[in-house]
């Protein structure tokens, strides 16, 4: 996932969505406490990402990798909610404001990569448990960056600031292989993305395959294995338009 400010829409969020199974996304909106969210729901896990009426929109990527690779077990039966991030994020939209949105990200303790961003202003949060015993002991660590308009961000499912999250070269081998995706995937993001010269161009920026390793490359749409994760759709978030653009690659769509 990516953010990047241009100057005439500032802030924009875009995202590709990687799963091991093949997801029913429901595009929802709806009001609720007097705010009106557009956001997408999965009906396999009931995940959502999306933005409100005051153009508060967050997007998030998986570095509790394990209880994110567990979806894939029980994709069968419809979620209906069930998501604690989904529920946490579309907690955080029914604030005013981003700040007021990451505070509620925090506060719900969220584990992950999150961007959050009301067009004129993005946070990057980085949060979770860095191993068992600190979930067991309820050591929540987050730590969140102001985003730089001149610079363009990019994370995949690995910490940077707090390196201790999402895959690692550590462990069994499966584990250090999607390290190196993860690497790979946020290092050719960033190059492409830091060229994308509007919203568009930033999603298209994503949706590229240089390496002959496709679980190496920002978009995955072929397996190595079994375990592997492919792209479902990707996610394009402008909130000076307050639109949300969703573009299926393995996924069904229900309006």
Known sequence: MVSKYF?????????????????????????????????????????????????????????????DEKERK????????TSKDGKRIRTALLEKT???ALDSLIAS????????????VCYLLESGYGNQEDREEGRYHHKVIVCDKNKTYVRTNHGIELPQLGYQMTGDESQRKKRVSSESRYEIALKNAAKAKDP?????????????????????????????????GQILLVPDHKTLTYRPTLSEVEL
Do not use: H
Request: hydrophobic fraction near 35%.
């Open 7 to 67: 100057n005439e829409v500032g802030w924009v969020l875009a995202k590709n969505r990687d799963r091991n199974y093949k997801p029913t996304i429901k595009m929802v909106q709806r009001k609720d406490s007097g705010v009106e969210r557009l956001y997408l729901f999965d009906l396999q896990t009931g995940y959502s990402e999306g933005l409100n009426e005051f153009g508060v929109c967050i997007i998030s990527a998986a570095t509790a990798v394990k209880a």
């Open 74 to 81: 029980e994709k069968k039966s419809k979620a209906n909610g």
């Open 98 to 100: 981003a700040k007021a």
């Open 109 to 120: 303790k969220i584990p992950g990569n999150t961007f959050v961003t009301d067009g004129k």
């Open 200 to 232: 568009q161009e930033l999603l298209n920026s994503i949706g590229v395959t240089p390496n002959n390793n496709p679980q190496l490359n920002p978009i995955r749409l072929k397996k190595n294995s079994e375990a592997d994760m492919l792209t479902t």
